[in-house]
């Protein structure tokens, strides 16, 4: 009786080689050990049993056997495993009669003869090597990535596969050839999709062709510099990312993913060292490509084309990735150089230094966004650059890193935490359609307002103590424009009023006269009123040397420092005296 594949895949294969080309083991007595590949850890918990043929953690509790291993740490499913094993093993799968075969398999053959006739026109195209060699790729580079060329003609690829026995139907459905609708006894029913380009093979997770990218080579064609193959049975370009098959191990490894535009971008990072690297292939970075990449990494590069384009690239995916809780990094890339295909190739060590000096997300926008500024900020300023850097802070999932970045930005503004914390809940009640209630902020002023209102309508209806309030209270602590006049007028015993300033004075003192407020009482209440508001003046000063004081540290300005704290802890006592 025949064995099945999983049988002769675990006779010719020990579980510590497989396992040990993803995670260095120790000898541990008759067992190996190691720290676990799947949750972070300072001693190993990890162990592999040569004589079971299983590994286990016990710490994180997963564990199983070679299949169970491959399939956790590739991300992979049962099916994918297996072709992995197998190829390791030598293990050849057996063809499925071609009656039986799944659409799916087809599809896959379709597209792996596709990369293998594309690699043989390569070869046959020294003016495509020329090109490729002087873009900075090297010729293992060329191989390890199946890099291809379709060649200048209407339907060589569509001939090579009918030759071969493959059906106009499914080689449509590969999205390798496009019916014509013209087609007559002259023209071809079909025609190749793909015609003067270079071949770029889409791999999934398991090392399967799904698809092609190719770049426009010599004449300029109809679909733009890069077209892709269409959405099919066995490839989804919103979860399938450029790159991560030969990546996700480095990534893993190094808990951080570089993402990269274009494929001469990939190909060229990997060929300077950067394993990790992954491209977006034209396409936008989706939540289902960030949730792939989760399972190998918290952190985040983003190495974006120097252009307009790549700024708004970098932007688009900003906000699912930190939704996702990624740690995110911008490298900044020089102007005279467009790409990091075109940077590695003239030097790539520094490319290596643009990754190591690669910003956080947020400094990145915050210097970003002030720059466009002058340094001394107007009321106009601080409300545009709260605009643009509170809808970034808005996408931030994590509340204490969210909170972080209100309070620097309070900080640079030079304005209340509260009023920011006000503003983006404006935002996010707009965002969800829900009714704008009024900020707490607001209801503050209010209530100062009708402070001042109160102690100015107290002393015209007693202006016996006028004197009183000259003597204790200083115009500047009146907040309210129009107020600020009624106590000017006052202080100058100013008979002849406008009738703005008769219609203001008359309204305090009718507010006034309705106040169960006694004359023996009314000096100790407008005691109380100017406390309030001497208490009110002196907060929001501590308030802003506080925000000054942050400054300053960042700048390390000491003798700065120094003196702000003096003022604070002076105003401070005032505070206390008060209280």
Not at 288 to 297: C, G, I
Not at 366 to 371: A, C, G, I, L
Not at 461 to 479: A, D, G, Q, W, Y
Request: charged share 30%; with cysteine.
């Amino acid at each position: 009786m025949n064995s099945s594949p999983v049988d002769e895949i675990k006779n010719r294969l020990d579980i510590v080689e497989v396992v040990q080309d993803y995670v260095k083991l120790k000898k541990a007595g008759k067992d190996y050990k190691a720290l676990c590949p799947f949750h972070k850890e300072r001693n190993p918990s990890f162990f592999v049993s040569p004589s079971k043929q299983i590994w286990h953690c016990f710490s994180c509790n997963f564990g199983g056997d070679m299949f169970s291993f491959v399939m956790k740490i590739e991300g992979v499913e049962f099916a994918d495993a297996l072709r992995i094993l197998a190829r390791k093993a030598g293990v050849v799968l057996k063809r499925e009669d071609p009656k039986l075969k799944s659409q799916r398999n087809i599809l896959y053959q379709i597209c792996q003869e596709a990369r293998e006739f594309f690699e043989k026109q390569l070869e046959q195209s020294k003016n495509v090597q020329d090109y490729l060699k002087q873009r900075g790729l090297q010729f293992k580079t060329i191989k390890d990535f199946g890099i291809g060329y379709a060649p200048d003609t209407w339907n060589a690829l569509y001939k090579h596969l009918t030759e071969l026995g493959y059906k106009s139907e499914d080689i449509e459905k590969a999205g390798l050839i496009i019916k014509n609708p013209k087609s007559e006894t002259r023209n071809p029913k079909h025609y190749d999709r793909f015609r003067s380009r270079i071949m770029f093979p889409i791999f999934d997770l398991s090392g399967q062709v799904v698809g092609f990218s190719g770049r426009v080579f010599g004449k300029e064609q109809s679909g733009g510099k890069y077209i892709n193959t269409p959405e099919t049975l066995i490839y989804n370009k919103s979860k399938i990312i450029y790159g991560l098959d030969k990546a996700k191990l480095d990534i893993r490894k190094k808990n951080q993913a570089i993402v990269v535009e274009g494929q001469f971008d990939l190909v060229m990072a990997h060929q300077a060292g950067s394993k990790n690297a992954i491209a977006t292939s034209g396409s936008a970075l989706t939540s289902d490509h960030l949730r792939v990449l989760k399972r190998y990494a918290e952190n985040l590069i983003f190495a974006f084309d120097a252009d307009t384009g790549g700024e708004s690239a970098t932007k688009r995916a900003i906000a699912p990735a930190q939704q996702l809780e990624f740690n995110i990094k911008i490298a900044l890339l020089p102007s005279e150089e467009k790409d990091p295909a075109e940077i590695i190739k003239k030097n790539p060590k520094k490319w290596s230094e643009i990754l190591e000096k690669a910003k956080p997300i947020m400094e990145f926008y915050f210097e970003n966004t002030f720059s466009k500024y002058p340094k001394t900020l107007s009321v106009d300023n601080k409300r545009e650059i709260a605009k643009e850097l509170l809808f970034l802070i808005k996408n931030i999932a994590n509340t204490i890193e969210q909170a972080h970045w209100l309070q620097v930005l309070a900080s640079k503004l030079k304005v209340e935490e509260r009023a920011l914390t006000g503003a983006l809940r404006k935002i996010k009640a707009r965002e969800a359609g829900e009714e704008i209630f009024t900020t707490p902020a607001v209801v503050q002023k209010s209530r100062i307002k009708e402070l001042e209102e109160h102690l100015l309508g107290l002393v015209l209806r007693f202006p016996k103590h006028v004197s009183h309030l000259m003597e204790n209270f200083k115009e500047n602590l009146i907040t309210t424009p129009e107020l600020k006049k009624v106590f000017h007028n006052l202080k100058l015993e100013k008979k002849t009023l406008s009738e703005e300033e008769k219609y203001l004075t008359n309204y305090l003192l009718f507010k006034a006269e309705h106040c169960p407020i006694e004359e023996k009482e009314s000096l100790e209440e407008i005691n109380c009123c100017i406390k309030e508001l001497k208490l009110d003046k002196i907060k929001k000063e501590l308030s802003g040397i506080s925000l000054d004081i942050k400054e300053a540290e960042s700048e390390k300005n000491k003798t700065k420092l120094k003196n702000l704290t003096q003022k604070f802890s002076k105003l401070a006592q005032e505070l206390s005296k008060l209280q």
